[in-house]
């Protein structure tokens, strides 16, 4: 489950603003600054939905931060049990239908989000005021500008900074995911047994650093501009067994990752699907290493995902220069 307002996030400063953010507002920087330092700084607890290629499930939330601790237990109040328990962001169990797609790396890349890079690729603004849940709420929007990134609107509370609700929209203006609390409590923060993780909670040992090792053998011809590779790793299939290879990029805000691995000798089809805001595009690719299975899997719009796919090159192949 991703939920924007849910991960971490940190801010630069905010002293100047460059000239590709002429249309961006300094407002709606210093609201995503409150943002980042409510989520660090700020207990709360409550009860959201989250809406997905319409369909809807509710979710309780118990977030404390003691110490410069944060730990946070996520648990799915409808359909199948789900729970998920985190502590500094690290993932310490998860239950249900989580778990296989759940994993700890030893370096797991943390979310930064630099208002003066997003303001390149999005234009910040503040669209006025709202209510939810009960509390009033400010209107701060990111919109894309280009065609290779979804826009975003988030309501956040006048009183904290918090999340209270975030839209992610397509170039259409149409829905894609939605978050929104419908009960948030920041009186009382959270007590260990609300903290603690359910019998079904199974708890998730993180990789070891031989297991993972940095990826070397790839490279795109092209991306989308302001993404950068941000984390790779090497990792063996427990089914397949052979090795596949994994590359995440990211634009400050939105993230996708690509996935190589090599064919065995039967037929593996093209896949191209898309759930909500996150697509997945799976191209074969004949390379000097043999052919391979080359997936994009991320919040970014599915022609961008396949353009991504069919760029992938062997990194030997490189022309030095």
Known sequence: MRALPLIPLLLGGWLTLSALAANSSPEAGDWLKRLAQAEQQQSYQGTFVYERNGSFSTHDIWHRVQDGKVSERLLQLDGSAQEVVRVDGHTQCVSGSLVAGVANTPEAAARVLDPLKLMSWYDLGVAG???????????????????????????????????????MLDDGGRLLERFQFTRLDTRDAPTDDELKASGICKPLAQLSAQAAQPVTGWRSDWLPPGFELINSSVRKDPQSKNAVSSLMYDDGLARFSVFVE???????????????PTVAVSRRLTTPKGEMMVTVVGEIPIGTAERIALSMRVQDAQVKK
């Not at 290779?148 to 839209?167: C, I, M, N, V, W």
């Open 262 to 276: 090599a064919l065995d000798k039967g037929t593996a089809a093209d896949i191209r699907t898309q759930l909500g």
């Open 129 to 167: 005021k709202s209510r939810v849940a009960d509390r009033e709420a400010v209107i701060v929007t990111l919109t894309p500008r280009d065609q290779h990134r979804y826009a975003f609107e988030l309501h956040l509370d006048r009183q904290t900074g918090l999340p209270l609700k975030s839209l």
